[in-house]
């Protein structure tokens, strides 16, 4: 988001239909939250699968096995 959240926040709160050029920077700002947001979850992901890897092959098995 960017560094004025109000500015967003004042094109919600207008009684007139917003203009295309304040649609677009929203636009921008929220594709940049959800890139943002996914590049974390994916490097959250990568580190739990390359922690799976390292555990030991009998986790999660019986250990009467």
Same mark, same amino acid.
């Given at each position: 988001? =960017? !560094?004025?959240?109000?500015?967003?926040?004042?094109? $919600?709160?207008?009684?007139?239909? =917003?203009?295309?050029?304040?649609?677009?920077?929203?636009?921008?700002? @929220?594709?940049?939250?959800?890139?943002?947001?996914?590049?974390?979850? +994916?490097? $959250?992901?990568? +580190?739990? @699968?390359?922690?799976?890897?390292?555990? =030991?092959?009998?986790?999660?098995? !019986? =250990?009467?096995?």
């Amino acid at each position: 988001m =960017p !560094n004025e959240p109000r500015k967003i926040f004042d094109l $919600m709160d207008t009684e007139t239909e =917003p203009t295309d050029e304040q649609l677009a920077e929203l636009m921008h700002f @929220v594709g940049e939250a959800i890139r943002l947001e996914s590049a974390e979850l +994916k490097e $959250m992901d990568r +580190k739990e @699968v390359a922690r799976a890897a390292e555990a =030991p092959a009998s986790y999660g098995q !019986n =250990p009467s096995s």
